[in-house]
């Protein structure tokens, strides 16, 4: 109906454009946050960084001016370091982890964390994602951006002669 007014003007339909494109984006229903396979190995980028980045590297993350009780947890360096005889990720032992000590506290608790001052909390299904993932060994990957790309799977086709070259899988 928009669209119909501006087509009678050919400079104003190109220009509303990307208007109504941004629109268009606001409008699309907010994403999901990604599952993890349920038959797969938990993987970082895909299934943990997301929670903690939602989460908890607000205080322990990258930014050192927010960071709290000297804890990072974005690098597997510092989240394996001893602070003060206790490590917050134990590679395969969640029941050692400080984290996931953290995590299963009462919510009144005051060492619990995310703490509710926060206005943050993890689901169970969350908290049992990290707990997996821990006694899965704790694999940190490097961000995404800093993997090297890898080829697609082509996908199968009904129609193999109407394809010419891969892209054409993509297409049909």
């Not at 134990?90 to 996931?100: A, I, M, N, R, T």
């Not at 919510?107 to 703490?115: C, G, W």
């Not at 169970?124 to 993932?133: F, P």
């Amino acid at each position: 109906m928009v669209w119909k007014r501006f087509a009678s003007f050919p400079s104003l339909s190109l220009m509303a454009l990307p208007l109504l494109m941004g629109f268009a984006a606001f409008a699309a229903p907010p994403r999901e946050a990604p599952k993890p396979a349920a038959a797969g190995k938990l993987r970082y980028n895909r299934d943990i960084r997301p929670i903690l980045a939602d989460n908890c590297f607000a205080c322990h993350g990258p930014d050192s001016a927010s960071r709290k009780a000297g804890l990072r947890l974005d690098r597997l360096g510092d989240a394996t370091a001893a602070r003060g005889g206790r490590l917050a990720i134990v590679k395969g032992d969640p029941v050692l982890s400080e984290v996931v000590r953290r995590i299963l506290l009462p919510t009144n608790d005051p060492l619990r964390m995310p703490p509710p001052s926060g206005h943050k909390s993890l689901t169970d299904a969350q908290k049992r994602t990290l707990i997996q993932w821990i006694a899965d060994g704790a694999n940190y990957e490097a961000h995404w951006s800093y993997l090297p790309p890898r080829h697609a799977a082509l996908p199968a086709v009904k129609d193999a002669k109407w394809v010419r070259n891969p892209i054409d899988r993509f297409v049909l």
